[in-house]
T-cell receptor, first 115, second 114 residues
Framework: AQSVTQLGSHVSVSEGALVLLRCNYS??????LFWYVQYPNQGLQLLLK??????LVKGINGFEAEFKKSETSFHLTKPSAHMSDAAEYFC?????????????FGTGTRLQVTL | DAGVTQSPTHLIKTRGQQVTLRCSPK?????VSWYQQALGQGPQFIFQ???????QRGNFPDRFSGHQFPNYSSELNVNALLLGDSALYLC?????????????FGPGTRLTVT
């Protein structure tokens, strides 16, 4: 069975500061990995994904994440936070079945950006 | 290109009642997955439909059932509603093909059970 752990249910940073949201996963085989963002009263928007190849992946809105197999981690970073980044962020894993199989999500991290 | 759409946006039901939620997938997608997101939690997988059949199912009771139509749209039905069924219900669509793995989410249906 797969599982995802997001350390820190709430992270607060100042505008312009580094954003670091942590995600660790457990899976019998290396899975596909995703980060989604959810703004209030909205659905989920895909930020970025890791499937194969380069372990540092870039996504939308200046976010990036690095897959570290040895640490079973997929932490999300952004060099400089913007007020518009305030939202809930979810890390998710998916088995490599060759199809879009079910996503297993973490419990989420709420990012607060202050002036 | 329309994305994933869901209806209704909000719904209030009483315990014991039944509810039907609807989802239209993104153009070109043939697979629909449903997730339940309780307040303050991450989404939990309910089931996935492909070719009008349930292909995968999460750990949800039989009160939760679904259907997929020939045009790939889908319904989620919940019988004998419980207070604990109050949640945001998210539909996600995808394409079942080689190398396809992304799921695109709709805005969700907020169900409140009183």
């Amino acid at each position: 069975a797969q599982s995802v752990t997001q350390l820190g249910s709430h992270v607060s940073v100042s505008e312009g500061a580094l954003v670091l949201l942590r995600c660790n996963y457990s899976s019998s085989v290396p899975p596909y990995l995703f980060w989604y963002v959810q703004y209030p009263n909205q659905g989920l928007q895909l930020l970025l994904k890791y499937t194969t190849g380069a372990t540092l992946v870039k996504g939308i809105n200046g976010f990036e994440a690095e897959f570290k197999k040895s640490e079973t981690s997929f932490h999300l970073t952004k060099p400089s936070a913007h007020m518009s980044d305030a939202a809930e962020y979810f890390c998710a894993v998916q088995l490599r079945t060759g199809t879009a199989s079910k996503l297993t999500f973490g419990t989420g991290t709420r990012l607060q950006v202050t002036l | 290109d329309a994305g994933v759409t869901q209806s209704p946006t909000h719904l209030i039901k009483t315990r014991g009642q039944q509810v039907t939620l609807r989802c239209s997938p993104k153009s070109g997608h043939d697979t629909v997955s449903w997730y339940q997101q309780a307040l303050g939690q991450g989404p939990q997988f309910i089931f996935q439909y492909y070719e009008e059949e349930e292909r995968q199912r999460g750990n949800f009771p039989d009160r939760f059932s679904g259907h997929q139509f020939p045009n790939y749209s889908s319904e989620l039905n919940v019988n004998a509603l419980l207070l604990g069924d109050s949640a945001l219900y998210l539909c996600a669509s995808s394409f079942t093909g080689t190398g396809a793995y992304e799921q695109y989410f709709g805005p969700g249906t907020r169900l409140t059970v009183t």
